[in-house]
T-cell receptor
């Protein structure tokens, strides 16, 4: 069973739309959760951490459901510049040397 | 500027060549990592270093040889690679190996093609 599972997409949405991605993880002991963004042929960059109570950063909202072991990312008012692959990242246990990456969800925002 | 610098950005090498990838971090982090990213696959952890000491080797073939001379520099020495080793090789650093809450900072990667 994969540590982290994501729908690979692609998601093609018009500008201004709201889009949501989900991700599930297998280890109930996981404590740290992140969403990374990766542009084509570039490195992953941290978009936001995901906290237990849910957190928001501008147009982006992340939520964590520990009971169901899933994480979500909501993007409101999509911009063309949001087109990228979004990686769900979970640590398998305590410590930083044990981060597991999903395969990513590809988003394309269409004019 | 990401704070983690990788060179070269692109590398084409023959199966009998020997080459090295270099990574340097300017963030004062204590932990450094090598990852491999192949098409349509999740990032695969290769090696983990904490304060210059290797703490993890994820069953990586011996044709990949890491070196960490100090906590700011990390190398990946390559020799007699196979075409299936062609991928994006990413270096990352984190504040401390025992603290995951800040995630990783990645370098821009080396896109390797083995011919």
């Amino acid at each position: 069973r994969k540590e982290v599972e994501q729908d690979p997409g692609p998601f093609n949405v018009p500008e201004g739309a709201t889009v949501a991605f989900n991700c599930t993880y297998s280890n109930s002991a996981s404590q740290s959760f992140f969403w990374y963004r990766q542009d084509c042929r570039k490195e992953p960059k941290l978009l936001m951490s995901v906290y237990s109570s849910g957190n928001e950063d501008g147009r982006f909202t992340a939520q964590l459901n520990r009971a169901s072991q899933y994480i979500s990312l909501l993007i409101r008012d999509s911009k063309l510049s949001d087109s990228a692959t979004y990686l769900c990242v979970v640590n398998g246990d305590t410590g930083a040397n044990n981060l597991f990456f999903g395969t990513g969800t590809r988003l394309t925002v269409i004019p | 500027e990401t704070g983690v610098t990788q060179t070269p950005r692109h590398l084409v090498m023959g199966m009998t060549n020997k080459k090295s990838l270099k990574c340097e971090q300017h963030l004062g982090h204590n932990a450094m990592y090598w990852y491999k990213q192949s098409a349509k696959k999740p990032l695969e952890l290769m090696f983990v270093y904490s304060l210059e000491e290797r703490v993890e080797n994820n069953s990586v073939p011996s044709r990949f040889s890491p070196e960490c001379p100090n906590s700011s520099h990390l190398f990946l020495h390559l020799h007699t690679l196979q075409p299936e080793d062609s991928a994006l090789y990413l270096c990352a650093s984190s504040q401390d190996i025992n603290r995951a809450e800040y995630g990783y900072t990645f370098g821009s990667g080396t896109r390797l093609t083995v011919v």
